[in-house]
């Protein structure tokens, strides 16, 4: 069975930096690449939220939040996900989910497909 694993949660200041990772196992390559990879959000009392998606070629959407803070990017030939996340803020605070899926989401709503088990993201001074 796919799984994703994560990496890269903790504890940063404002203004600071984290880099998360998100990595496929149990899948061949050739169909990892059809799949489109994601970062969401979720914190206490919301539904879980859009940060970054990536497609196998690469083309990108951002969550409002994460525009022009966040970054996503992708190695196909390691079936892995990275994050770059800078200029945090405390509103950042959550626990970030990977995900994998085929078919795109509901309006305003996530994907199914596959999920990480979330790791834990907190901002503050």
């Known amino acids: 069975q796919v799984q994703l694993v994560e990496s890269g949660g903790g504890l940063a200041q404002p203004g600071g930096s984290l880099r998360l990772s998100c990595k496929a196992s149990?899948?061949?390559?050739?169909?990892?690449?059809?799949?489109?990879m994601g970062w969401y959000r979720q914190t206490p009392g919301k539904q879980r939220e859009l940060v970054a998606t990536?497609?196998?070629?690469?083309?990108?959407t951002y969550g409002d939040s994460a525009k022009g803070r966040f970054t996503i990017s992708r190695d196909n030939s390691n079936k892995k996900a990275s994050l770059q996340m800078n200029s945090l803020e405390p509103e950042d605070t959550g626990v970030y989910y990977c995900?994998?899926?085929?078919?795109?989401?509901?309006?305003?709503?996530?994907?199914?497909?596959?999920w990480g088990q979330g790791t834990q993201v907190t901002v503050s001074s």
């Open positions: 995900n994998l899926h085929r078919d795109p989401p509901p309006p305003g709503g996530v994907p199914q497909g596959i």
């Open positions: 149990r899948m061949i390559l050739s169909v990892f690449n059809q799949y489109t």
């Open positions: 990536i497609t196998f070629d690469r083309a990108t």
